[in-house]
């Protein structure tokens, strides 16, 4: 596998990454790791499909946001719209840390997952707004060129899976995500099976982030990144798909007008796309 991520140039700064970025009870519990088992834990992490979840995923995932965020947006006072966040946080916890006051905003459809995200950052120090609607309607919930960073953390597979789910009628926001996960996976096994993937999910996932561009400002920056669970393997997700994910949406986007891609030094090409408005 292509590492998410150097590995060597962590082990001086996680510490001390993990001290702020992390919160009381979670940097005791990392600091309770030993520290060669918290390495060994930290190169797992980026060389192989993620199978351990430990303060340490909490601690570099939280840091490598806190790179992202300084690379695409280094002036303070953010609007950050994320799409499918689920209920993971690690972008808003970053945020009110790097930049308190700023604006987080994320549009995610799922019931229950909203339910667990408000939960986790009604205490933080920036600003949230929770859209619970499809990230394809953004337009009747944000103004034009109001946000300056749209963010896919791990959450492209997210939303190719919703597509095709919803052509089959298949519920994803009452329903558990986790429960309904293997029904999402023969659903993209199948697809990819009889070669109808890319035909019955590209034209909708490229229409919503051309909705998406238009609430960028001009000149904001759409950050896509992905990396594999080694349960969706375990669970039959197709491997050439789960790794590749990135270089195909590249393939797609190159049909819109309205971006081009933009590298930042440091980020994979095989994990993170960054597209800025043409
Ligand atoms: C498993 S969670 C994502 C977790 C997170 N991105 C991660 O992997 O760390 C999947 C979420 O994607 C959301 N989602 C998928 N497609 C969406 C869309 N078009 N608009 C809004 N939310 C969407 C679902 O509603 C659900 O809350």
Not at 208 to 236: K, N, T
Not at 241 to 255: F, N, S, T
Request: aromatic share 8%; charged share 25%.
């Amino acid at each position: 596998m292509i590492p998410l991520d150097r590995y060597a140039r962590w082990p001086d700064t996680l510490d001390a990454l993990a001290r702020t970025y992390l919160d009381g009870s979670d940097f005791k519990a990392y600091s309770a790791i030993p520290g060669p088992e918290r390495l060994s834990q930290l190169k797992n992490l980026l060389e192989k499909p993620i199978s351990q979840f430990t303060p340490v995923n909490d601690a570099y995932f939280r840091a490598r946001w806190a790179e992202v965020l300084r690379t695409v947006h280094p002036a303070s006072g953010t609007t950050l719209l994320e799409i499918a966040s689920g209920d993971a946080d690690m972008i808003p916890q970053v945020m009110a840390r790097d930049d308190p006051g700023s604006r987080y905003i994320t549009a995610n459809a799922n019931r229950p997952l909203t339910a667990s995200l408000r939960r986790k950052v009604k205490d933080l120090a920036l600003e949230v707004v929770v859209i619970e609607d499809d990230a394809a309607t953004i337009s009747r919930h944000l103004a034009p060129e109001s946000v300056d960073v749209v963010a896919f953390q791990h959450g492209v597979n997210d939303v190719l899976q919703a597509i095709l789910c919803d052509r089959e009628g298949v519920d994803t926001v009452q329903s558990d995500w986790m429960e309904t996960l293997p029904t999402m996976i023969e659903i993209v096994r199948r697809e990819i099976d009889q070669n109808t993937f890319d035909a019955n999910v590209r034209p909708s996932f490229l229409s919503l982030l051309q909705s998406l561009l238009a609430v960028l400002r001009q000149d904001g920056v759409v950050v896509m990144s992905h990396y594999m669970f080694q349960l969706d393997l375990d669970w039959g997700y197709p491997p050439e798909l789960w790794q590749d994910l990135i270089p195909i949406v590249r393939e797609w986007v190159k049909d819109l007008p309205e971006c081009r891609e933009v590298v930042f030094e440091g980020f994979d090409p095989q994990w993170w796309l960054f597209l800025a408005r043409e």
